[in-house]
């Protein structure tokens, strides 16, 4: 492929997907990070060539609720940057895409693809060859820690991708249902369980007439029945695991109190948090384990009391918890990190997703399950999952067709 600027974009991609294979092998794992630089380089020659985009207003509004948390926090300005960058990076990815030319869409298509179909067969390979199964097989994320749960989300995406894409054909959409076996490899049944969750809200969210609601809700109510007498026969065990989601979710909503107690003013805390990189983020958790950033960034202690607060508590912590109830996931750190204008502008720019992806039932899909996993885990700071993701909505195309008009 000839360097080209239009390209940096691909550039980023590909550096997001396949780094973790190369630091592997012991090259710094600094590269890792590499894409989110070629990202903002994508997204600086595109405001220079001054081609369209879409969230400009989102960049300006992010931008400003971070010097105001910098500002009121005295948190060192870099740490605004890097927030802007790993924060952002789903929602710049989208704006770069939705607009690139043919080109660079069929390359980035046999980019993601690739890894696609590579993360498929290293988890088949991991397991039937190698034995590794559960948090063993991580396919092509290598090094990566929660490389299982991620791969296995990826394999969710996929697996819809190909079953409900019109350009398909039923020989190629039931090749795509391969997909379906990764999260059972990987044990990542959770991503299933939220992608149901979606799947509904989608429907609700698309119905405007009051019959088609009553009739989903009689639907509901039936399968609600026959799937609780199916789980009282055959799965006893998981009922004991849901009376605990009441005291599960009241664990996970207690890191809002406790960050509170971190700082000396509960109004700007509430308005605009501890701090970029000053809480549960997953800039938060990064910066330590990079010394040479001292001297730039606000290194915070915040995030070593909060993750001990979250070992603390048996529901939560990371031997005998669940990461379901865990406190560290996306919207806390956003919230921690730059209190509730923050939320306020992150949820408008996902919202404005929705509302562009609007013609396409994969891609709302795709958006609320992307929103979800957000409270579930540090999910949309996940790199690897949201380049995946963003780049497979807008491949999937924008046009409406027969099969979007009837799923919705």
């Given at each position: 492929m000839v360097i080209r600027r239009r390209n940096f974009v691909v550039y980023a991609v590909a550096a997001c997907l396949f780094s973790r294979m190369v630091t592997y092998i012991g090259i710094p794992s600094i590269l890792n990070h590499a894409h989110y630089f070629l990202l903002l380089i994508a997204l600086i020659d595109r405001i220079y060539a001054r081609k369209d985009l879409k969230f400009v207003t989102t960049y300006l509004e992010f931008l400003l609720v971070l010097a105001l948390s910098v500002v009121v926090n005295w948190v060192k300005p870099v740490n605004g940057i890097l927030d802007f960058l790993l924060i952002l990076q789903p929602i710049i990815l989208y704006d770069l895409l939705i607009n690139a030319d043919d080109s660079t869409k069929d390359t980035l298509k046999k980019v993601v693809?690739?890894?696609?179909?590579?993360n498929l067969f290293a988890c088949l390979f991991e397991s039937v060859v190698l034995g590794w199964f559960s948090d063993s097989c991580v396919g092509l994320l290598l090094g990566l820690g929660a490389g299982s749960h991620?791969?296995?989300?990826?394999?969710?995406?996929?697996?819809f991708y190909g079953v409900t894409n019109p350009d398909f054909s039923r020989k190629k959409k039931l090749i795509y249902c391969l997909h379906i076996v990764v999260p059972f490899l990987?044990?990542?049944?959770?991503?299933?369980?939220?992608?149901?969750?979606?799947?509904?809200?989608?429907?609700?969210?698309?119905?405007?007439?009051?019959?088609?609601?009553?009739?989903?809700?009689?639907?509901?109510?039936?399968?609600?029945?026959?799937?609780?007498?199916?789980?009282?026969?055959?799965?006893?065990?998981?009922?004991?695991?849901?009376?605990?989601?009441?005291?599960?979710?009241?664990?996970k909503l207690s890191i809002i109190p406790k960050m509170r107690s971190l700082s000396s003013n509960n109004l700007l805390f509430y308005l605009f948090g501890l701090g970029p990189g000053c809480s549960v983020s997953r800039l938060s958790q990064m910066l330590p384990q990079y010394p040479f950033l001292n001297q730039l960034c606000t290194i915070s202690e915040n995030y070593d009391i909060l993750f001990a607060y979250n070992q603390?508590?048996?529901?939560?912590?990371?031997?005998?918890?669940?990461?379901?109830?865990?406190?560290?996931?996306?919207?806390?750190?956003?919230?921690?990190?730059?209190?509730?204008?923050?939320?306020?502008?992150?949820?408008?720019?996902?919202?404005?997703?929705?509302?562009?992806?609007?013609t396409s039932f994969y891609g709302k899909l795709m958006i609320v399950l992307f929103v979800l996993h957000g409270c579930i885990f540090q999910w949309m700071d996940e790199p690897v999952f949201a380049?995946?993701?963003?780049?497979?909505?807008?491949?999937?195309?924008?046009?409406?067709?027969?099969?979007?008009?009837e799923m919705e």
């Open positions: 693809l690739f890894f696609v179909w590579g991620v791969s296995g989300a990826i394999g969710v995406v996929a697996f990987t044990d990542n049944k959770q991503s299933i369980a939220i992608l149901v969750v979606a799947f509904i809200c989608v429907i609700f969210l698309n119905l405007k007439h009051p019959r088609r609601l009553l009739y989903y809700m009689v639907c509901g109510v039936v399968i609600g029945v026959i799937g609780y007498f199916f789980i009282m026969i055959y799965m006893p065990a998981l009922f004991m695991n849901l009376s605990n989601a009441s005291l599960g979710v009241a664990a603390s508590n048996y529901l939560t912590n990371s031997v005998t918890g669940s990461s379901a109830w865990m406190m560290l996931f996306s919207w806390a750190g956003i919230f921690g990190d730059l209190g509730a204008v923050g939320v306020l502008v992150i949820v408008a720019a996902y919202r404005k997703i929705y509302k562009m992806s609007g380049t995946v993701l963003i780049s497979l909505v807008v491949l999937y195309g924008s046009g409406k067709t027969e099969q979007d008009k």
